[in-house]
């Protein structure tokens, strides 16, 4: 069964604590992108990653990390300098990153601060 | 500053009416644009898309009108059920068939509709 898988569905963070989400694709697909979603806003672009070993940043890239080493696998660091990580985290790919390219997304990550 | 705007955060409409939902972009630039669905505490899922090429595109009760002149697009739902309740977002790309396809998306518009 072909799709994109994020976990956990939830994560908890602690202040100061670096978390990282996972987000992982069978599809095949060259380009991956994380965006997050606060709530009444749109998605918003964080990073994407248009082939394995590269990414770029996208509108709000501070206080986040990732890496690209597997083509199935694109995961979100959140670290400590990301003063406000209380969202709703989503994850995408497609099959390149031209602009007629779909996005499909995973189920999302909810990251909440205790 | 927004360069896609979905200026009505939220809509009700009766079952088996139409449902439109409007969508206003600022980048001319932008040539290819999508609809998405989002249910709550779920992913986006496609819905529709247009290239700037066309001024309209249709799949089974979902349409996609695009007005160019002025960047105006909207998706109409006919008749409208209520498993179509869910938050729709619109987005769009520049650089039709090139390599950079960054979405940029609007804020969304959460559809009632009402049995």
């Known amino acids: 069964d072909g799709g994109i898988t994020q976990s956990p569905k939830y994560l908890f963070r602690k202040e100061g604590q670096n978390v990282t989400l996972s987000c992982e694709q069978n599809l095949n697909h060259d380009a991956m992108y994380w965006y997050r979603q606060d709530p009444g806003q749109g998605l918003r672009l964080i990073y994407y990653?248009?082939?394995?070993?590269?990414?770029q940043k996208g509108d709000i890239a501070e206080g986040y990390s990732v890496s690209r080493e597997k083509k199935e696998s694109f995961p979100l660091t959140v670290t400590s300098a990301q003063k406000n990580p209380t969202a709703f985290y989503l994850c995408?790919?497609?099959?390149?990153?031209?602009?007629?390219?779909?996005?499909?997304f995973g189920p999302g990550t909810r990251l909440l601060v205790l | 500053d927004q360069q896609v705007k979905q200026n009505s955060p939220s809509l009700s409409v009766q079952e088996g009416r139409i449902s439109i939902l409007n969508c206003d972009y600022t980048n001319s630039m932008f040539d290819y644009f999508l609809w998405y669905k989002k249910y709550p505490a779920e992913g986006p899922t496609f819905l529709i898309s247009?290239?700037?090429?066309?001024d309209k595109n249709e799949d089974g009760r979902f349409t996609v009108f695009l007005n160019k002149s002025a960047k105006h697009l909207s998706l109409h739902i006919v008749p409208s059920q209520p498993g179509d309740s869910a938050v729709y977002f619109c987005a769009a790309s520049e650089n039709y068939g090139g390599s950079q396809g960054n979405l940029i998306f609007g804020k969304g518009t959460k559809l009632s509709v009402k049995p």
């Open positions: 990653s248009q082939i394995v070993n590269d990414f």
């Open positions: 995408a790919s497609s099959i390149g990153s031209g602009a007629g390219e779909t996005q499909y």
């Open positions: 247009i290239s700037s090429i066309k």
